[in-house]
């Protein structure tokens, strides 16, 4: 396998379309033609990251932070960035960082993972994301229209959070008249037709319009194929910031602190004063989370569960919620095992190992 196949199956999971706009997520150092001997999991691509890489024969890490943030505009070894990358291209070993667009994933995210060590279900994205749908308007003849809709849903348009196949149809006549050098499907040339049409409508990511777009044309019969497209204002309840979802059992907020404390093997949790009630809706952020305070009081989240907290950043719980602070790695630590998850379903002919070196730059006395 190469690493462009790879990163086809990272990428399937968690597009890179929907990474935050600051972020730098994708194939950092290395070429995609490369065929992979081993692939090394962990959060952070450092130095010792890659020497472990190398020890293993492992020509690949697959990082969860990038470990190129801002640009380069030399390579000197002055800082442990440029040291990790100068060690990386002298070695051979790619680095593939998949961050933001990861945390943002309902399916298979970040957040998702968390929930699932804390138990929680009736899961929904805190913050969905905005104006990433969009909506293909096409007109086909009726004993065409199935064909055309199957190439659509293969491409990956009708999906619809658990229903897949979905679309709209309603009936009508087309017209119109071929001329020229026309080689119309239906009718003759100059003469004006007439034909009983279905519009079918099928909203798909944004990211997918060309895929959508190639499928349409390949199965539609017409010469010249009409459609328009149209960016959708919906949330896509899918893909977005943060997680709320609730316990199977209520819990007293003591019981829960310790039991995040243990299930998520923090050395200490930093929290708002108590509001002595019993809690079931968690909301959760990996990594830095205050900015979803508001969405987490406005979901009715009896505790925000995240990370990297400032001192007047608590004041903000204000009295609506019980603020977790579980430390920036100990919130992510597990996506290294929902990566390891995501690649063994492929079934590679490569071993995929979860690195040894503990990368959280925090210690606890």
Do not use: W
């Not at 804390?118 to 994205?125: A, E, H, R, V």
């Not at 943060?242 to 093997?265: D, S, W």
């Not at 925000?304 to 790695?329: M, N, P, Q, S, W």
């Amino acid at each position: 396998m190469k690493i462009k196949e790879l990163t086809r199956i990272l990428e399937k999971v968690a597009p890179p379309q929907y990474q935050e706009g600051y972020d730098n997520a994708g194939l950092i150092v290395g070429s995609p033609m490369t065929d992979i001997t081993g692939v090394l999991v962990c959060l952070d691509a450092t130095e010792a990251v890659i020497l472990e890489a190398i020890e293993r024969g492992c020509n690949i890490v697959v990082a969860h932070h990038p470990i190129v943030f801002k640009s380069l505009k030399k390579l000197n070894g002055k800082n442990y960035v440029e040291r990790t990358v100068i060690l990386a291209i002298k070695n051979d070993v790619a680095i593939y960082a998949i961050h933001t667009n990861l945390d943002n994933m309902l399916h298979n995210g970040v957040n998702t993972k968390i929930a699932e060590k804390l138990g929680l279900t009736n899961l929904k994205i805190l913050a969905p994301k905005r104006q990433i749908l969009m909506k293909l308007t096409n007109f086909v003849p009726i004993a065409d229209t199935q064909k055309v809709l199957d190439a659509l849903y293969k491409a990956g348009a009708g999906e619809i959070g658990n229903y897949r196949n979905c679309s709209f149809r309603t009936e009508g006549i087309g017209t119109f008249k071929p001329t020229g050098a026309a080689n119309p499907y239906i009718g003759t040339l100059e003469k004006d037709e007439e034909v009983v049409e279905n519009r079918i409508e099928v909203i798909f990511p944004s990211h997918l319009e060309r895929s959508i777009l190639t499928a349409l044309r390949a199965a539609h019969p017409y010469e010249e194929v009409a459609y328009y497209m149209q960016t959708l204002e919906n949330d896509n309840q899918e893909v977005g910031a943060g997680i709320v979802g609730e316990l199977a059992e209520p819990m007293t907020e003591r019981a829960f602190l310790q039991f995040l404390k243990t299930t998520m093997k923090a050395g200490v949790v930093r929290f708002t004063h108590p509001l002595s009630k019993n809690v079931k809706k968690i909301a959760v952020c990996g990594g830095a989370g205050s900015f979803l305070l508001p969405q987490a009081i406005g979901a009715g989240a009896d505790v925000f569960v995240t990370a990297d907290y400032k001192y007047h950043e608590f004041f903000d719980a204000d009295g609506r919620i019980l603020i977790a602070d579980i430390g920036h790695f100990e919130s992510e630590q597990f996506t290294i095992d929902l990566l390891i998850e995501i690649l063994t379903k492929e079934k590679p002919d490569f071993e995929i190992f979860s690195t040894k070196t503990l990368t959280n730059p925090i210690f606890y006395l």
